[in-house]
């Protein structure tokens, strides 16, 4: 069974560019989340779709981020414009119908660096 | 609120020594506990998981016990090798989707 995939791993931007990350989750795969991870921290929850509808973007910096997944599979993660502050990884993860109980499966990331 | 505290890294271990890393949480009802690995460059993996109180989890040598009356779920090894080498997560998932993440310990092993 593949992972989830995410690309690009590694992107480089000026302050006030915009940047956008994919996201394929595992088939099948209801829920979809989208994280930050700042170096040195744990990961911070940006958004959470059940199938192609939000159910939580609390966290989501909704003035510069902005996120869809208009066909309740594949997902795109925007920033515009870009500040110092969102250098870090971007970590999608997927689980089958985010349930209680049930893991959450990782893509490994996408290293975002803001000059 | 929902949390997960952690302890605080880094961790320094000789090869075979005896490894425990913290963890403890606030939470309301049973929410489900987890361990997440992240070795360098890589995504997260879950590690082991528990789902009620007094389960234990355990995989790769690795064990930890849901604790209610503690609010803990500490990760232990009793010999830990170079590739255990990573960085380590808490997690909590309420009765629902969400997902909380502690700080993250990291841990070096030594030969």
């Known amino acids: 069974e593949a992972g989830v995939a995410q690309s690009p791993r590694y992107k480089i931007i000026e302050k006030r560019q915009s940047v956008a990350f994919w996201c394929n989750p595992i088939?099948?795969?209801?829920?979809l989340y989208w994280y930050q991870q700042i170096l040195g921290q744990g990961p911070k929850l940006l958004i959470q779709?059940?199938?192609?509808?939000?159910?939580?973007d609390s966290q989501l910096p909704k003035d510069r981020f902005s996120a869809e997944r208009l066909k309740g599979v594949d997902s795109t993660l925007k920033i515009q414009p870009a500040k110092l502050e969102d250098s870090a990884v971007y970590l999608c993860?997927?689980?089958?119908?985010?349930?209680?109980?049930?893991?959450?499966?990782f893509g490994p990331g996408t290293r975002l660096t803001v000059l | 609120g929902d949390s997960v505290t952690q302890m605080e890294g880094p961790v320094t271990l000789s090869e075979e020594a005896f490894l425990t890393i913290n963890c403890t949480y606030t939470a309301t009802g049973y929410p489900s506990l987890f361990w997440y690995v992240q070795y360098p460059g890589e995504g997260l993996q879950l590690l082991l998981k528990a789902t009620k109180a007094d389960d234990k989890g355990s995989n790769k040598g690795f064990e930890a016990t849901y604790r209610k009356e503690t609010t803990s779920f500490h990760l232990e090894k009793g010999s830990v090798q170079v590739s255990d080498s990573a960085v380590y997560f808490c997690?909590?998932?309420?009765?629902?989707?969400?997902?909380?993440f502690g700080t993250g310990t990291s841990l070096t092993v030594i030969p």
């Open positions: 997690a909590l998932s309420p009765t629902g989707n969400q997902f909380y």
């Open positions: 993860a997927s689980n089958p119908r985010g349930a209680g109980g049930n893991e959450q499966f």
């Open positions: 088939s099948g795969h209801a829920t």
């Open positions: 779709f059940q199938n192609n509808g939000v159910v939580d």
